[in-house]
Nanobody, 125 residues
């Protein structure tokens, strides 16, 4: 059974940084896309970043315009773990952050078939 477990969320002041981790188990994730999504209260889930790699080499990364230049997604294929380094955080980044995996390298949540339980990120002003 596939399991994704996020960690690293918390409370941070505006301008601060957090690093989220997502540990995957249950299958090999090489050649599958791994993504981060977020959902703020009263809003729809939105794409944050995605990565795909093969043989331990990152092939492509994709970012939402709202986080480009501030967030960096990376992965450790050997550990089946992906990370989301978030810098220069703002209150608008407050949301539950979800890790997901899917067969397509895409921004569309519907193409990701396994999801974690989410981790809360709160940015105070």
């Amino acid at each position: 059974q596939v399991q994704l477990v996020e960690s690293g969320g918390g409370l941070v002041q505006a301008g601060g940084s957090l690093r989220l981790s997502c540990a995957a188990s249950g299958r090999t994730f090489s050649s599958r896309a791994m993504g981060w999504f977020r959902q703020a209260p009263g809003k729809e889930r939105e794409f944050v970043a995605s990565i795909v790699w093969s043989g331990g080499t990152t092939l492509y990364t994709l970012y939402a315009d709202s986080v480009k230049g501030r967030f960096t997604m990376s992965g450790d294929n050997a550990k089946n773990t992906v990370y989301l380094q978030m810098n220069n955080l703002s209150p608008e980044d407050t949301a539950v952050y979800y890790c997901a995996t899917g067969l397509l390298f895409t921004r569309e949540a519907r193409n990701y078939d396994y999801w974690g339980q989410g981790t809360q990120v709160t940015v105070s002003s």
